[in-house]
Nanobody
Framework: QVQLVESGGGLVQPGGSLRLSCAAS????????IGWFRQAPGKEREGVSC????????YYADSVKGRFTISRDNAKNTVYLQMNSLKPEDTAVYYC?????????????????????WGQGTQVTVSS
């Protein structure tokens, strides 16, 4: 059974850090590009970052560039999102998803259509 499970969310003060994990089971994670998304209440789901399967290239939304870092540990079948200098506007449910077509090709699909399997999400709240 293909499954993605996110963890590591929580409540953090502005300026703080969190590390999210996306653990895969039922398939080999390094066969896929992996994207992180977030969705705040009343807003559309937006892409945050993506890491390719082939060469480990990484991509970031402008809003998180320089603050977030995506990485993968293929031995643990896990992708991470290190989030530093968190802001209240980072508050959202964070999801990971696989992109069999790769990070760049997935962006060509409407919405999130380029992504295949999704996790259930983990809540991140940035507040004092």
């Amino acid at each position: 059974q293909v499954q993605l499970v996110e963890s590591g969310g929580g409540l953090v003060q502005p300026g703080g850090s969190l590390r999210l994990s996306c653990a895969a089971s039922g398939f080999t994670l390094d066969d896929y590009a992996i994207g992180w998304f977030r969705q705040a209440p009343g807003k559309e789901r937006e892409g945050v970052s993506c890491i390719s399967s082939s060469d480990g290239s990484t991509y970031y939304a402008d809003s998180v560039k320089g603050r977030f870092t995506i990485s993968r540990d293929n031995a643990k079948n896990t992708v991470y999102l290190q989030m530093n200098s968190l802001k209240p506007e980072d508050t959202a449910v964070y999801y990971c998803a696989t992109a069999s077509v790769g990070c760049l090709a997935a962006q060509e699909y409407p919405g999130v259509g380029g992504y295949d399997y999704w996790g259930q999400g983990t809540q991140v709240t940035v507040s004092s």
